[in-house]
């Protein structure tokens, strides 16, 4: 179904009404499946920033949101679920348009990720927010109370997704939310802008300012935000986490990743290759920060599992990305494009084998695309193995050793997101999984399930998003003392 959702925007979505711009300054989208300006929308400056934060602050501290039980909530949340449900079949070819995601991945979901709004409900009613314990000297109240005001700042790679992994469950704790979309993909935060309208959200619960990295660092100084949730690069992660802790304010941080998958000497090229392929240097053009893009393989072994990766990689359909047979379209914009063929030429100049792509392909003079690229005989320590390259980019990496030296390959990296691990025998194989410091691991198979917990060790970030841990992400604690019920 061709999307007919506005691709033009001259406003905020502040205090639960459409709102005027403090400026005229405009923000054009540039479409990377062919470099033309998709849609426009206001560039947030500082004071629009302010005024968001100033109807969050006033529907948090004077309510009646975060004093509403659960089910009232829930009530209003779910005509916002039907809202972007009535929305839904437009919205995947919306963003392939807006950020150039490949409609292969896109179309698998028509609902603009809503579904997480009915799935943080379910777990706020199956965990229950309030609970009755016995001390040691009494009984207490244990109240799961919502953090307040929560700046999210989320990314262009799948923005309006990672949006939903932050509003929905921020929203039915009771927390008030002011969002911070990319510039480069800020459009699709608007759809969300337009369910919530159109539900009745109370006003100031959500509210919507696109902007730059500047817009984004007045939210996350802001002394009315309670707690930040970010998902960006592992550099921007760093400033966020510097200023929220001076102020000792809540984050949480979905950063970067450079994931491994590991093959043990028992492992299947072919099962390695049908994850780490499409999971790789093709998972949403390569860019995903959980993208298995350091392929680990026994030494002795390595021409089997480059000759399977590579007969993987021949077959990725290369194009516009709305066109829903093609696996890879192109990256986000010109500038990562020209990063990313640096990386690749680092590659070769350090002494990697280049064994697939690394190039423009041919047949693709406009957009910003990059050729699916596979390199071998690469060690740990080049710069295609260490820096997170965000583009379809593979690199295999040889071992001598037993399984020890794989898994001291795997964790010698600063991150620590996501990876897998492969072998005939499954309890040899969870044994690694064990031993491997990343948050999400898979045996013998990988994806991104969103109804569990994902997020990172080290320099991948702070926190977990989606589950139980994700809806917890958003709650203080309190106690109550000298009560042994709640009163009715």
């Known amino acids: 179904m061709a999307s007919t959702l506005p691709t033009s925007r001259d406003t905020f979505f502040i205090d639960g009404a459409w709102a005027k711009p403090s400026s005229s300054e405009m923000i054009d989208v540039i479409s990377p499946r062919n470099e033309e300006v998709f849609g426009r929308v206001p560039a947030g400056q500082p004071a629009d920033i302010d005024a968001a934060v100033a109807a969050a602050r006033q529907a948090f501290d004077r309510g009646p949101w975060p004093y509403m039980t659960l089910e009232e909530r829930a009530e209003i949340l779910m005509r916002v679920v039907d809202e972007m449900r009535m929305r839904g079949p437009g919205i995947p070819e919306f963003l392939s348009g807006e950020m150039g995601g490949p409609m292969k991945m896109l179309g698998r979901g028509t609902d603009g990720s809503s579904f997480l709004i009915d799935h943080f409900i379910k777990l706020a009613r199956e965990m229950g927010l309030v609970q009755v314990r016995q001390g040691a000297i009494g009984p207490a109240i244990i109240r799961r109370e919502p953090v307040g005001v929560v700046g999210a700042i989320t990314p262009w790679n799948g923005?309006?997704?990672?949006?939903?992994?932050?509003?929905?469950?921020?929203?039915?704790?009771?927390?008030?939310?002011?969002?911070?979309?990319?510039?480069?993909?800020?459009?699709?935060?608007?759809?969300?802008?337009?369910?919530?309208?159109?539900a009745g959200l109370p006003k100031g619960v959500f509210n919507l300012v696109p902007g730059g990295r500047e817009t984004g660092e007045h939210l996350v100084r802001h002394p009315g935000v309670d707690k930040i949730a970010f998902t960006g690069s592992t550099a921007a992660g760093r400033r966020v986490a510097e200023i929220c802790?001076?102020?000792?304010?809540?984050?949480?941080?979905?950063?970067?990743?450079?994931s491994a998958a590991v093959a043990l000497s028992d492992a299947s090229a072919d099962a390695v290759a049908a994850s780490a392929v499409p999971f790789g240097l093709a998972f949403n053009n390569g860019q995903a920060c959980a993208a298995l893009t350091r392929i680990v393989v026994p030494r002795a072994r390595q021409a089997e599992f480059v000759e399977a990766l590579s007969a993987r990689v021949a077959t990725l359909v290369v194009g516009d990305p709305m066109d829903p047979s093609v696996d890879v379209g192109p990256v986000i914009a010109e500038r990562q494009r020209t990063r990313i063929e640096g990386l690749i030429a680092s590659g070769s100049d350090e002494g990697a084998r280049l064994i697939a792509g690394g190039g423009r392909p041919a047949a693709h003079n406009r957009g910003w695309y990059v050729e699916p690229t596979l390199f071998a005989d690469v060690d740990n320590q080049m710069t295609i193995a260490r820096e997170e390259i965000f583009g379809p980019v593979g690199v295999v990496i040889p071992y001598d050793g037993d399984d020890q030296v794989a898994i001291d390959i795997a964790n010698d990296t600063s991150y620590g997101l996501a990876g897998a691990v492969f072998s005939a025998d499954p309890v040899r194989a969870y044994e690694v999984a064990r031993r491997i410091r990343a948050g999400t691991f898979g045996v013998n198979t990988f994806y991104i399930d969103p109804l569990v917990p994902f997020g990172g060790y080290k320099a991948s970030g702070v926190g977990r998003e989606n589950g139980k841990e994700g809806l917890l992400n958003f709650v203080e604690v309190k106690t109550v003392l000298g009560l042994a019920a709640e009163p009715a």
């Open 245 to 258: 802790g001076r102020d000792i304010r809540r984050c949480s941080l979905e950063l970067g990743g450079k």
């Open 159 to 198: 923005p309006l997704h990672m949006l939903m992994m932050k509003a929905a469950p921020a929203l039915v704790v009771g927390c008030t939310v002011v969002a911070k979309p990319s510039p480069e993909a800020p459009l699709d935060a608007y759809i969300f802008a337009d369910a919530c309208e159109a």
